[in-house]
């Protein structure tokens, strides 16, 4: 079975210091991870994924993710925070070894990143 | 580019009533996808299908049935609807089925069942 957790419903920063979402996962092989950014009444944006090969994986909008293995994390973060970026962000894998079914994610419960002024 | 184009947007209905979710995609994806998104839980996936003519079964399937008859659309059917079917519902697509190709979402059916 495959599960990811967010830990944090809320993050909160301050515009232009460094932002952290951080993300768990659990897979029986090697995962696929994603993560989607949502803002309000929309649907999920894709942001970055990773796939194998550099663990230090960029995206849109400035974003990026660092996938651990010894630690099973895929934190996504961003060096400056605007405004802007004030969404609902969620995280999800996918078990590489689990063939068939499409690319059925599983995805976390979704953090609530608000960047203040 | 329209990507994906779900109807309707809101909807309110009376249980026991028989609700279809109409979803259309423009990019020639194998793969599409329904999901329910609510509040604490995240997104569950309800149905899939990896091709036109095949359907799955997700995390959440139970009240509901999809039907894959071409590559474009991929309605959800309520046949007979619930409170607890109250969410918001989103269509996806992905071109690479059975791979890492990402998800592209609509916009989202919002069902509220009374």
């Known amino acids: 079975a495959q599960s990811v957790a967010q830990p944090e419903d809320q993050v909160n920063v301050a515009e232009g210091n460094p932002l952290t979402v951080k993300c768990t996962y659990s897979?029986?092989?090697?995962?696929?991870l994603f993560w989607y950014v949502q803002y309000p009444n929309r649907g999920l944006q894709f942001l970055l994924k990773?796939?194998?090969?550099?663990?230090l994986v960029k995206g849109s909008y400035g974003f990026e993710a660092e996938f651990n293995k010894s630690q099973t994390s895929f934190h996504l973060k961003k060096p400056s925070a605007l405004v802007s970026d004030s969404a609902l962000y969620f995280c999800a894998v996918r078990d590489q070894g689990v063939t068939g079914g499409g690319n059925k994610l599983t995805f976390g419960t979704g953090t609530q990143l608000k960047v203040e002024l | 580019i329209a990507g994906i184009t779900q109807a309707p947007t809101s909807q309110i209905l009376a249980a026991g009533r028989r609700m279809t979710l109409r979803c259309t995609q423009d990019m020639r994806h194998n793969a599409m996808y329904w999901y329910r998104q609510d509040l604490g839980l995240g997104l569950r996936l309800i149905h899939y299908?990896?091709?036109?003519?095949?359907?799955g079964k997700g995390e959440v399937p139970d009240g509901y049935s999809v039907s894959r008859a071409n590559t474009d659309d991929f309605p959800l059917t309520l046949a007979s609807a619930v409170p607890s079917q109250t969410s918001v519902y989103f269509c996806?697509?992905?071109?690479?089925?059975?791979?890492?190709?990402?998800?592209?979402f609509g916009e989202g059916s919002r069902l509220t069942v009374l």
């Open positions: 990773y796939i194998t090969g550099d663990n």
């Open positions: 897979v029986s092989g090697n995962p696929y």
């Open positions: 299908s990896n091709t036109a003519g095949t359907t």
């Open positions: 996806a697509s992905s071109a690479l089925s059975g791979s890492a190709g990402e998800l592209f």
